[in-house]
């Protein structure tokens, strides 16, 4: 058995003393580990760091195995991370949560997607924003997908400023102003476009945050360390 796909590498773990195991998330065969013979390997550790975009082969003797892997460097994305703690701290929290969320070998062809776009979005000054939806469109990968769209209540499609935590939908100002003390906040960049200053970034990773945990229970701890940069 054996494939070759575009893969962005989720993880790396030490396997024995050159080996390491790889996690990726696949364009076309889903999230997918792999043994990489010589990961610690001068030519593959700037391969293997997170967030990069490879060319993956992968091979087994049958399908349930670990297999092997070789890879080739595609884009560097990871770089475009190092020396700044903010947008670090963002690309190791969606690699983890990927990794967390996604059934293996399945394919997950919106989560590559807005992985994609958030890797691609990381040196600009909107790659806050472009994170909190890369995580609404992970709850939409894995079934759990809001309703942002019009107000549950009304069915309008203007002013809506609230989500409700049972439903996901979202709820105008003045249908949700009775128990706005119950609803989550929407904030204005997620329902009307633009990129969110600090304030609707940290109500949309608050949103986001709350399903992701209902659904997935514990969050990985690299999410936490996100979160608190927002929260100073």
Same mark, same amino acid.
């Given at each position: 058995?054996?494939?070759?796909?575009?893969? %962005?590498?989720? +993880?790396?773990?030490?396997?024995?003393?050159?080996?390491?195991?790889?996690?990726?998330?696949?364009?076309?065969?889903?999230?997918?580990?792999?043994?990489?013979?010589?990961?610690?390997?001068?030519?593959?550790?700037?391969?293997?760091?997170?967030?990069?975009?490879?060319?993956?082969?992968?091979?087994?003797?049958?399908?349930?195995?670990?297999?092997? *892997?070789?890879?080739?460097? %595609?884009?560097?994305?990871? +770089?475009?991370?190092?020396?700044?703690?903010?947008?670090?701290?963002?690309?190791?929290?969606?690699?983890?949560?990927?990794?967390?969320?996604?059934?293996? =070998?399945?394919?997950? $062809?919106?989560?590559?997607?807005?992985?994609?776009?958030? *890797?691609?979005?990381? $040196?600009?000054?909107?790659? $806050?924003?472009?994170?909190?939806?890369?995580?609404?469109?992970?709850?939409?990968?894995?079934?759990?997908?809001?309703?942002?769209?019009?107000?549950?209540?009304?069915?309008?499609?203007?002013?809506?400023?609230?989500?409700?935590?049972?439903?996901?939908?979202?709820?105008?100002?003045?249908?949700?102003?009775?128990?706005?003390?119950?609803? *989550?906040?929407? $904030?204005?960049?997620?329902?009307?476009?633009?990129?969110?200053?600090?304030?609707?970034?940290?109500?949309?990773?608050?949103?986001?945050?709350?399903?992701?945990?209902?659904?997935?229970?514990?969050?990985?701890?690299?999410?936490? =360390?996100?979160?608190?940069?927002? =929260?100073?």
């Amino acid at each position: 058995m054996e494939w070759e796909d575009e893969a %962005l590498v989720l +993880s790396v773990r030490r396997h024995g003393e050159h080996g390491g195991i790889v996690g990726l998330l696949t364009l076309t065969h889903g999230r997918h580990a792999g043994l990489l013979h010589g990961a610690a390997s001068k030519a593959n550790r700037g391969i293997v760091l997170p967030g990069n975009r490879v060319r993956a082969w992968w091979r087994g003797r049958l399908a349930e195995q670990l297999g092997s *892997l070789r890879l080739e460097l %595609l884009k560097a994305h990871a +770089s475009d991370a190092l020396g700044d703690p903010g947008r670090l701290a963002a690309l190791g929290s969606a690699c983890a949560l990927a990794e967390c969320s996604l059934p293996e =070998r399945q394919a997950h $062809p919106g989560a590559y997607a807005a992985l994609s776009a958030l *890797l691609t979005a990381l $040196p600009a000054e909107s790659w $806050p924003s472009v994170y909190v939806h890369f995580e609404l469109a992970l709850l939409r990968d894995i079934g759990f997908g809001l309703d942002l769209s019009a107000c549950a209540a009304t069915g309008t499609t203007e002013d809506l400023v609230y989500v409700s935590p049972r439903t996901g939908r979202a709820v105008s100002r003045q249908a949700g102003e009775p128990w706005k003390d119950r609803l *989550l906040l929407l $904030p204005r960049f997620l329902s009307g476009g633009g990129e969110g200053d600090r304030d609707e970034i940290r109500a949309g990773l608050d949103l986001a945050g709350f399903f992701l945990g209902r659904h997935l229970g514990t969050l990985p701890p690299a999410r936490s =360390r996100l979160v608190d940069r927002f =929260r100073v």
